[in-house]
């Protein structure tokens, strides 16, 4: 079975653009979360999406936001890009929320100029 | 404010030997405890899951919970080299949040 897939995996931004990143889950997984990695901050959770509905988040500014599809596919949006966006953001998909196991993507890396 | 403690390291330990990582969390209501892997410019590789008090092991893993001291740990066997990484320990409360994760401990297997 396919991983976790994330596109792109590379990014650079200059400060004040967007930046859209996608996730495509594990086959069959329905739930999917985003995560932003720093090496101060460490691993945090951004929001959660189960079957087209966002069913958690995070503590971040309202620039973060996300969607997922009907496929189950998510996207995840950061508009007015700050320098301190610069980060690993991390997908992680989960067949539903009974266990909660989730498993990650490789990762876009985002670099904010 | 949920919080997951882990020393940082690096832990050293030599081939061969039992590596033992530890993670105490602050919510009492956490119910469900992971152990991811990361290996350097990868993503965490999930490990080990564990949900109610006493051990679990798979393989050379094996993870111990005690919910009335809020303590979690991993123990690796037989630890080898390729097991040189940083472990991460993720807490999850209920249905609410994602994932907690501790800012990871630094393993290094000595050969």
């Known amino acids: 079975k396919a991983g976790v897939t994330q596109t792109p995996r590379y990014l650079i931004k200059t400060r004040g653009q967007q930046v859209t990143l996608s996730c495509s889950p594990i086959?069959?997984?329905?739930?999917v979360s985003w995560y932003q990695q720093t090496p101060g901050q460490g691993l945090q959770f951004l929001f959660e999406?189960?079957?087209?509905?966002?069913?958690n988040k995070g503590n971040f500014p309202g620039r973060f936001s996300g969607r997922q599809f009907s496929n189950s596919r998510s996207e995840m949006n950061v508009s007015t890009l700050e320098l301190g966006d610069s980060a690993l953001y991390l997908c992680?998909?989960?067949?539903?929320?009974?266990?909660?196991?989730?498993?990650f993507g490789p990762g876009t890396r985002l670099t904010v100029t | 404010q949920k919080e997951v403690e882990q020393n940082s390291g690096p832990l050293s330990v030599p081939e061969g030997a039992i590596a033992s990582l530890n993670c105490t969390y602050s919510?009492?209501?956490?119910?469900?405890f992971f152990w991811y892997r990361q290996y350097s410019g990868k993503s965490p590789e999930l490990i080990m899951s564990?949900?109610?008090?006493g051990d679990k092991e798979d393989g050379r893993f094996t993870a111990q919970l005690n919910k009335a001291s809020q303590y979690v740990s991993l123990l690796i066997r037989d630890s080898q080299p390729s097991d040189s990484a940083t472990y991460l320990c993720?807490?999850?409360?209920?249905?609410?949040?994602?994932?907690?994760f501790g800012k990871g401990t630094h393993l290094i297997i000595q050969p």
């Open positions: 086959s069959g997984h329905r739930s």
């Open positions: 992680a998909s989960s067949y539903t929320g009974g266990s909660y196991e989730q498993y």
């Open positions: 564990i949900y109610s008090n």
């Open positions: 999406y189960f079957s087209e509905t966002q069913r």
């Open positions: 993720a807490v999850k409360v209920g249905g609410a949040d994602g994932l907690t």
């Open positions: 919510d009492r209501v956490s119910q469900s």
